[in-house]
Structure formats: structure tokens, C-alpha cells
């Protein structure tokens, strides 16, 4: 058991034998107080003071009188209706130091989803249309919320459901085939041509609307086979895919499964007729809808007059596709809030059809240009990829004023480290449930709440170890001083953190707690000598500290996706 669920069980043991075991509080009743001066750990006693209608600073000065510290806890003491608890630091170092020393790049990780399937949609973008920087988030959030649901034991599948197929689809061929006719693109740039190709056929039918007729007929025949068009759609879905494999690759996003909507269509068809047949579904104005106004949620389009295929019709197939392939205990859609309607009424209506997984919806804003919303449609874009050259060149421009002597491939290489780290953290950072405008350039500062400045963290606890002439030792005997004992509680916090985004899906808590454990790191570093302490068990117990935050920040970033570098 780690450290500081051990100080918790305990916390909750003394509350009972205080309360004479009338009560028995959960671990989640156990919090830390927002003043490190009154304690490490912290009950609150309204609950129970309800429950025996008394008054909780009453119930906290009796537990506090009633029990003796033992094991972590040093001191027990009520501060109004708060029972708060000071632990032993000394005992708590050594045991944090010790499991860190032990588990090294597991610290942190647990078992407690051993046995638990989550299939984890993600990463689900179109071709035909260019990837931006909007799509950004959603490919971070799923990498980053994958690694923590591993770390804590869940068996999980990464899944991309690629839009390839649909009214995109057909606009991007109509412009390849009539606006583009015989033009080959450049090699490596077949997704900006396809882009404009789309891009083009949107504006040549605003302006011509009667081509919108040619269009659905693109579209038509493309879902009935048409031999020739369908060559076409293959040999640029190929341009595409091969573009977002570059891109997934890129940013460390794993896939384990692809699925595609031109794969579900023709399923999704047949399971619509069934449920036509079943009376879940019914016909309306030439449609097929689901009538959800008994669950609040209106009408539910499935199906459009002219027999073709939506989202919907193809969500529900795939969804079945997914259970019989793998039987997932819940199934997590990592999609943006605007969809929310739309995944409420697919979840009501996989519950009418008797899917039994758990869904879940979890869902994120956006990310704007200054001038509003990006939009693919109109050519209003930055794309995923000329966004990530502007963040690199920066961090190599920035990297090479720092370095000048450097060899380019070791520029490159931790200017690329760099990059990551700064474009990753600040898109994690956010609340998901809050839009982000994106500025590079504070991206990359070394000051502040970003990736960069956590990442220095770790590279200079690192430089600290090798320049170490003796080995670190576990001696919390000799870490005395404050900044030692609150970045070691700190330590102790993590396995907590990893566990809590798990459950919660709030994965903007683990920047927040890296952000916290380096500036405990820095105050540390800042006024505790290491290298040049008074004494050899000093040194070695100091170093044997700054080995366990490197350990635990490394665990931290690299739960986000976000590699270690050497120097900086």
C-alpha cells in the first residue's frame, strides 16, 4: 500500500476508535487541509455530527482528546469542526523514498482496474479534409487519459473511428474530379491539395447551388460502389491516411484498432431496418427517426428520406461492433461539447436496443483562432501540422540562442523534446470544460505553469545526480529541513493524483500536480545546499530526494505523453 493511503487508513482507524467505531468514514472523507500549518490530513465532521444531530467542533475535540497518535500520525488536533492530523515526517520520507527507490517507473501505477475492459474512442478524424490544430485537443486528452487508465491497471483499447466516407467526402471528390481534373499533387503535400480540392467545391457550390445536386450524386454512387469513383476514393483515402499515421506518430498517439465509417455503413442500414421491425424506430416525413421525447431528448435522426446513411445510422452499428469484438466494460467517447446532444440521444438509443456496456461521453471545448472558430469548410484553418512547425521552430530558435556550439542533430532533438512538452502541457493544463486560445510562444517559457518549466525540473535534479561523486541513501534521519518534508509529502500525493483522474476523467490535474511538485522542487534547490552539504550522510539522503522527484516527475510527464530530454 503506498505511503500516503497507509496515513489515511490510519487517519481513519483514529477517527473510529474515537467516535467509539458509531462511525466509519470512507478514505475519501480524509482530505488534505488548504493550510499545510494546521496539518497534513484533515476530517471534517459534518457528516457525522448530522447523522448523531450534535455539533461538529464538539465531535472533533472529543476524537482528538480520545486518541493517541500512532504509527504515521504524529499529532492529533481539533481545529473547529476539523479533526487535522500532523504526520511523522521522518517515518513518511523514508517510506515515500523507499517505494519510489523500489518501483521506480511504476510509481504511482496501481491495480485497482485490473480485470476492467474501457474502450477509448479517440483521435477520430476525416480525410479528405485537413487535420487543424482544433483536433488537437481531442487526440491529447485520449493519449493522456489512456496512459493513466493503463497505470491503473485497466485493460484498455484505443480505438480511431476515421470519417471516411459522407458529404465531405463527396465535396472533396467533386472538387478533385472537376475543379482539379488530371492534376497530381506534389509528393508529401496530398493532404493541402485535398484540402483545397474541398475547400474549393464548398465555395463552387455556395456560389452555384444547383451543384449541390452533382454532389449528392457523387455521394450516391460512391455508397453504391461505382467502380471508377470508388478507385478515386481509395487512392486518396490513402493520401489522407497515410498523412494522419505521420501525424499520430508524431505526437505519440497509439491506436490499437481502426475503424471506418465507409466499414459500418451497410450494417448500420441492416440495423435499422430491425429496428424498424421491432418498433424502437419509425418512419417520419420520409426519415427514420427514434422517438426520444420520453427521455427528454426529441426526435433522433437515423436514417434520411432518401435512404442514405448519417453519422448516427453508423454510430449505432459501430457501437455493437465494439461489444462483440471486445466486450469492453465501458466505453469512453472522447468527442467536443457540441456533440453532447447527439451522444446523449445515441446513448438512449443503444440502451433501448439492450447494449449493456457503460458509455461515456467525455467531452472538451475548443480551440479558437483570435478571429473565432476554425473551420475546415471554408479554408479558415492552421493546420495541425504547420501549427507544430511554428511551435518547433520556436523552441529550435530558442534552443540555439541557449546553445550555440551544439551540434544541429542535438538542437533538433531536444528542440523537438521541447516542443512537445510545451504544446502538450498547456492544451492539458486547461479544464477540458474550458476553451483554450493557444499562444507558442508562452508555450515555451521556462518560467511559469508550463511544460518546459516542469521539464527543467527534471533535467536539472538529473544534472544534480551526475554530478554526485557518492550514491543517494535512503537517510530521512538527515532531511530536517521544510522544503525537504513538503516536497516529499508532495511525492507521496502522486499515486493518489494518478488514481483520482482515473475515476474522474479530469486529466488537467496531473499538469497542475507536476506544475506543484516543481516549484516545491525549485524552493528546494534554491535554498538547501546538496553537493555541498556539511556532511556525507547529508549529501547522500539530499540526493537520494532529488532522485525520487526526478523518478516522480518523469512517471508524470510521461503519463501525458511527454519524453524526458537530457539537457535543455
Known sequence: MYTIYTAKQEAIEAIKSGLRKAYTPSIDEIVFPPDKKIGDLSFPCFTVAKGMGRNPAEIASEIAARVAPKGLIKELKAVGPYVNFVLDQERLSESVLGQIASERNKYGFSDSGNGKRIMVEYASLNTHKISHVGHLRNILIGESYIHILRANGYEVTAA????????????????????????????????????????????????????????????????????????????????????????YKLLGASVDVWYFESKVEKTGKKLVRDMLKRGI??????????????????????????????????????????????????????????????????????????????????????????????SSRTGNVVTLMSFWDQVYNLALTETQKRHPNWKSKKLEKIAKGIALAAMKFSVLKIDPQKTIVFDPKESLSFDGFTGPYVLYSLTRARAILRKAKIKPVNHASSLTAPEEKRL?????????????????????????????????????????????????????ARLALVESAAQVIENGLGLMGIASVDEM
Open 160 to 247: 480511431a473511428y476515421i470519417g471516411d466516407i459522407g458529404a465531405h467526402v463527396a465535396k472533396c471528390l467533386y472538387g478533385v474530379l472537376n475543379l482539379h481534373a488530371g492534376e497530381e499533387p506534389e509528393k508529401g503535400k496530398e493532404d493541402i491539395f485535398l484540402q483545397n480540392c474541398y475547400v474549393e467545391a464548398v465555395k463552387n457550390i455556395e456560389d452555384n447551388p444547383e451543384k449541390e445536386k452533382e454532389v449528392k450524386e457523387l455521394q450516391r454512387k460512391l455508397e453504391s460502389g461505382d467502380k471508377e469513383l470508388v478507385k478515386v476514393w481509395k487512392k486518396t483515402r490513402a493520401w489522407s491516411l497515410s498523412e494522419l499515421k505521420r501525424l
Open 281 to 374: 424506430a419509425e418512419h417520419s416525413q420520409g426519415a427514420v427517426i427514434v422517438n426520444l421525447e420520453a427521455e427528454g431528448l426529441g426526435p433522433f435522426l437515423i436514417l434520411r428520406s432518401d435512404g442514405g446513411a448519417l453519422y448516427s445510422t453508423k454510430d449505432l452499428a459501430l457501437a455493437f461492433k465494439k461489444q462483440e469484438a471486445y466486450h469492453p466494460d465501458k466505453s469512453v467517447y472522447i468527442v467536443d461539447s457540441r456533440q453532447s446532444l447527439f451522444l446523449k440521444q445515441l446513448f438512449a438509443t443503444l440502451k433501448r436496443l439492450g447494449l449493456s456496456t457503460e458509455l461515456r461521453h467525455l467531452s472538451y471545448e475548443f480551440l479558437t483562432l483570435k478571429d473565432g472558430t476554425m
Open 488 to 540: 516529499a509529502f508532495e511525492m507521496a500525493r502522486f499515486p493518489e493524483v494518478v488514481s483520482e483522474i482515473a475515476r474522474t476523467e479530469h486529466v488537467s490535474r496531473l499538469p497542475e500536480y507536476l506544475f506543484g511538485l516543481s516549484k516545491l522542487f525549485a524552493e528546494f534547490y534554491d535554498r538547501v545546499s546538496v553537493l555541498s552539504a556539511s556532511d556525507e550522510a547529508t549529501i547522500s
